[in-house]
């Protein structure tokens, strides 16, 4: 990637965009267009004014959207005999273990639309009855009856024997099937319903992210990246051959760029708190990011590497309401970017957690957001009366309205960062904070002490990271390859012969992009257990690598057997080649900013706080709240008890006394 380079993130009310140029780093956000997402993408590159020589890194959403609003492709899906009710048979697992009647989320493709082949493969990877000729012809004229526009192959065992998948895929497509994913090549693990459903995933995503990626190459004639799921980019063309790899991309590249600037502050312990518009994605990073392969989207298992990454429905635009007991409720429905809040002045009325910091003072009112929008504190005051009685109207009952708003919604967000952390085996007092999005900064002390964090980092263009982190991710492809074998000294070889030809395929697949660095792993279980970890092999240390496991796992579930036998499940590769690294961002070196004071409502009463400009604090600026620190991207709010300082790569470093 060279010359200018675009990232780009699109959120429930924002898309976001960050330029990175020769002379310096530009960012700016556009007001998303729900109905068509590309609508914003290409304003927002007409106005970076992109040539033929820019390169463009987007995050996207359209994936994610297929799923969640059912409105993907019609798919096939062709599997071995007696297998085609998978999707349907799926597992025992109750997500609600209480709840009298589960309800399971439909399957992407209908019965009629699953079809059979006459074959089998052992799960030693022998064929036990061939794939006749006379069943694909039959397969052939099914196809040609029902006419789906993309395909989902998902034989028995057929990452041990790819022909017969690749002789399916071949018929399909002299039926007609342009768009046809096979299971042995986006996920050659075990596994069947997991397997199958993330293959459906992909099959039924494939024609609408390929629409969404050639709209965008005619538009920005240079070349086109697409952030994965699991943080790294993939050129168009390599996103539009796997979809399901960027099934959830955005957050992911938040996650990126949140470690990228605590990286370079002198951080590498981490929990990120991404509050946009819509919804609120944390994660944490004991050195790395977290890793998982059993996501789901839409309730569907989408068995992928991805960021670790929990999302909740609280954000800028979540909506609040009173329930039928008289309850306060916010989200998760959300006002989106239209209406949006009633504070942005467009026709919004219903009260939102935007309106709430508007008429609390911690969102100034005479202050101009992204995209030219000004604040309308009459509005956001109207909005928030709704949630009080109309006999009992007054100042008072609308700012504990407006607390209740804020605290509600800073519930949803700490439960969430409890998730990511102590359930998932972490003391979160170990970490520091990265907030951003652009709601973050306004809540991430007061979640910090709900977690008792003392440390609370705010990035220099908070509401735009996603999208820097776009430009930071590395060029990655993931490999894998089912093992299972026990993880003694006898497997090494038998692994190394493994690892050596997925090196070989990463190889090959990195010529013209650049040499790739390397990274080996292993997905262990205790033998017996049914789901794995996954932990880094260096070298030819299989002894390390269970060594490692062993502490994972009691991090993870707070025990672990260092005695019992361990098993091999899959071996994976992680392939990397590293973006160029962005314009340094710098705070003025001197100066002495311009404060004014501004009314903000502490303890229930308004209070003086001093009012700063970000563009104007220099390195080693100090403060102690409560102040706000604006700009045009996001607000930083710093309550009584926090001293903040400005850091060297203009960073807000924010302290509890």
Not at 42 to 60: C, K, M, N, P, Q
Not at 90 to 113: G, M
Not at 319 to 348: C, F, H, K, N, T
Not at 505 to 531: E, I, K, T, W
Request: glycine share 10%.
């Amino acid at each position: 990637m060279s010359g200018i380079r675009v990232g780009v993130d699109v959120g429930g009310t924002f898309t976001d965009f960050t330029v990175a140029a020769d002379d310096g780093l530009y960012v700016f956000k556009v007001s998303s267009t729900p109905h068509d997402p590309a609508e914003a993408v290409l304003e927002g590159l007409r106005r970076a004014g992109i040539g033929e020589d820019a390169t463009v890194v987007h995050g996207s959403t359209v994936a994610t959207n297929a799923v969640l609003e059912r409105k993907g492709a019609r798919t096939a899906l062709v599997t071995t005999a007696g297998f085609r009710d998978v999707l349907e048979i799926a597992r025992q697992n109750r997500p609600a273990l209480y709840d009298i009647e589960p309800r399971k989320p439909s399957p992407l493709i209908e019965r009629e639309l699953r079809l059979e082949v006459d074959e089998r493969v052992g799960a030693d990877g022998t064929v036990r009855r061939p794939l006749s000729r006379e069943s694909l012809e039959r397969l052939t004229e099914e196809v040609r009856q029902l006419k789906p526009e993309a395909a989902a192959v998902c034989l028995l065992f057929g990452f041990l024997r790819p022909s017969h998948e690749r002789s399916v895929r071949a018929a399909l497509r002299r039926a007609g099937v342009r768009w046809v994913s096979v299971s042995s090549e986006v996920l050659p693990e075990h596994r069947e319903y997991e397997r199958t459903s993330t293959t459906v995933v992909d099959a039924y995503v494939a024609p609408v992210m390929g629409r969404y990626i050639r709209r965008l190459e005619r538009a920005a004639p240079g070349q086109l990246w697409i952030v994965q799921s699991s943080g790294g980019v993939l050129r168009s063309s390599e996103a539009a051959a796997a979809p399901v790899q960027s099934v959830l991309s955005g957050p992911a590249a938040g996650v990126v760029g949140a470690r990228a600037v605590a990286a370079a502050s002198g951080f590498d312990r981490i929990v990120t708190l991404d509050m946009g518009g819509t919804s609120t994605d944390v994660a944490i990073c004991p050195g790395e990011p977290l890793r998982r392969t059993d996501a789901t989207v839409g309730g569907l298992p989408v068995a992928i590497p991805m960021t670790d990454i929990h999302t909740v429905g609280a954000g800028g635009g979540s909506i609040a309401a009173r329930d039928e007991a008289g309850g306060l409720r916010v989200g998760p429905r959300s006002a989106g970017a239209q209406p949006g809040p009633a504070a942005y002045g467009r026709g919004g009325v219903e009260p939102t957690v935007t309106d709430a910091n508007v008429v609390l003072g911690r969102l100034v009112s005479d202050a101009t957001l992204a995209d030219d929008v000004a604040l309308d504190a009459a509005a956001a005051a109207s909005a928030v009366d709704r949630l009080s009685p109309a006999s009992d109207q007054s100042t008072e009952n609308r700012l504990r309205a407006a607390a209740g708003v804020v605290a509600v919604a800073d519930a949803h967000m700490e439960r969430a960062l409890r998730v990511i952390t102590l359930e998932r085996g972490y003391d979160p007092r170990d970490f520091t904070l990265v907030a951003f999005g652009g709601a973050g900064p306004l809540h991430g002390c007061s979640l910090a002490e709900r977690l008792e964090i003392d440390r609370v980092l705010v990035p220099r263009y908070p509401g735009v990271l996603s999208a820097l982190g776009a430009l930071s991710g590395a060029h990655v492809r993931e490999y894998a390859t089912t093992v299972l074998r026990p993880a003694t000294t006898r497997s090494v070889r038998a692994l190394t012969a493994a690892f050596n030809r997925l090196e070989r395929n990463a190889r090959r697949d990195f010529v013209g992009v650049g040499r790739p660095r390397l990274r080996r792993m292993l997905d262990l279980r205790y033998l017996g257990q049914s789901y794995e970890l996954t932990v880094p092999l260096r070298g030819r240390d299989l002894p390390g690598a269970v060594r490692a496991f062993h502490r994972r796992h009691h991090e993870r579930y707070a025990h672990s057997r260092p005695e019992a036998a361990v098993e091999i499940v899959v071996a994976r590769l992680l392939a990397s080649v590293e973006q160029p690294p962005l314009p340094e961002v710098r705070a003025p070196v001197y100066g002495r900013p311009s404060s004014r004071s501004a009314p903000v409502v502490i303890d229930g009463a308004f209070q003086p706080a001093r009012l700063f400009r970000r563009i104007e604090l220099p390195v080693g600026f100090r403060a102690r709240g409560p102040l706000l620190v604006v700009q045009d991207d996001a607000t930083t709010w710093a309550p009584p008890g926090w001293r903040l300082e400005v850091d060297q790569q203009a960073a807000l470093i924010l302290e509890r006394n």
